[in-house]
């Protein structure tokens, strides 16, 4: 019995302690410098929309480019370990010695990222889906070291989990044979014939086992994913990282395919590997015209691994960056067709068709929406009141906060939770606190000691942090 009454003085307590943070956060919400004080040292849980190379920040992508002397691009500021054929490319070392380095220093990390950005030299989307080719080369092959950068941000800024879209996975297989699957495809997913689109995915992914797509995937998983995570002893008692498989959207149907079935092999064999996932700019002409077939596309490899998750980017689209009627169907496709667990961006949730009924039946079989933003204010100049956020909220869809491409953005966890208090003073600290938890518990973490553990921590570094406001 006293056992019970010391527990339960305990829980009340910590409630009190709970209390004071709220009563805080009330009073500090619209001033800056004090909120980013307190969201700084509050647990942030995991960031569950991540992309790694988007992630990493300019300067030490930069400043690698100049120690192993690159060629730089003088017009698009592209890099490249060799000189290309074409373009007017220069070392760095002969961009030092004729003293205009410092110059074209700041060219770089105006076109890597979003420093300085004026709104007027070039179209923020823009520059943000151009940006990931022109730094790519000083990350290949240095994955390591963005790794190790990313954990220690995270740590530093009480992040303890990170669910990263690390790399696609290398493959070689001539599909020369399959081609013609392209024109099949794209007729069937013309006319809406999912059962045309199915057969045809059948033919293909049996031409694809016999190709041998499952040694890729093995490849993958030991010899990079597992080899780096065990190496640099990414995991600890303060910090997790698990990985997403993704394809890109642009590809043609036949090579996407390949990709997403060795992707979900991979995931549905690694326990590092935590899901799936579709990336490129969603506007994009093969992106727009082949959405459809690339939903059922993940219908069909559900089909094949139905333990396999997937979150997927759909919706991040606006007025005006599309036709009004391109803004209706995205979302629904994503979840009715394709099956999602997870929503990216969701910003056109406003404009779908039946948006109320699709919230609902988001709300009613937990599917979160992953909230980014600063992205969405960068890309897509949608914020506050503009923004979603509260649509989702209203509705009681589940909701995480991410960073998306906290590099180039130029952005942190942080910042995040800021922007979130300041623009939505509705949102109290008890809510806040739900998302962080939802970062875990919507995880895609396939073992459950694992995310349990996570849990507990979460709830040790909560007691901590609340405890400080006591005194006020």
Known sequence: ??????????????????????????????????????????????????????????????????????????????????????????????????????????????????????????????????????????????????????????????????????????????????????????????????????????????????????????????????????????????????????????????????????????????????GVNIVSPEHGENSMNDYWLHMVMFKYCHSKFDDVKYTLHAGELTLGLVQPEDLTWHINSAIYTAGANRIGHGVDIAYEANSYDLLRYMAKNNIPIEINLTSNEFILKVKENRHPFTLYKEFNVPIVISTDDAGILRTNMTEQYVLLAKRYPDVTYETIKKYVYNSINYSFIQDASVKKQLLKDLDARFKTFENQFSKN
């Open 1 to 274: 019995m006293t056992r019970i009454i010391t527990l339960f003085c305990i829980f009340i307590a910590q409630i009190g302690f709970s209390q004071s943070a709220e009563r805080y956060l009330e009073k500090i919400r619209n001033n800056e410098a004090l909120s980013t004080a307190f969201f700084q040292q509050m647990p942030k849980g995991g960031d569950l929309h991540h992309h790694f190379s988007g992630s990493i920040y300019a300067e030490p992508l930069l400043e690698r480019a100049i120690s192993e002397d690159f060629y730089l691009n003088l017009e698009t500021m592209a890099v490249s370990k060799t000189k290309p054929a074409n373009g007017n490319w220069e070392t760095f070392s002969s961009l030092k010695n004729k003293g205009k380095l410092d110059f074209y220093k700041q060219q770089v990390m105006q076109t890597w990222s979003a420093k300085d950005y004026n709104g007027v030299s070039v179209p923020s989307d823009d520059l943000f889906f151009d940006s990931f080719d022109k730094f790519y080369a000083t990350i290949d092959g240095h994955f390591a070291e963005g790794m190790l950068e990313l954990k220690k941000r995270a740590l530093a800024e009480n992040v303890s989990y990170i669910e990263t879209q690390l790399s696609t996975i290398p493959c070689d297989m001539n599909v020369a044979d399959l081609a013609d699957f392209n024109t099949k495809l794209r007729q069937a997913a013309a006319q809406k014939d999912e059962k045309a689109v199915l057969k045809y995915l059948d033919e293909l992914y049996k031409s694809l086992q016999q190709k041998d797509a499952k040694k890729y995937a093995e490849d993958f998983n030991t010899n990079f994913v597992a080899k780096l995570h065990k190496e640099l002893k990414i995991d600890d008692d303060r910090f997790t990282m698990r990985y997403q498989n993704f394809v890109l959207r642009f590809m043609e149907p036949v090579d996407l395919f390949k990709n997403l079935v060795i992707a979900f092999i991979s995931a549905n064999d690694s326990k590092l590997v935590a």
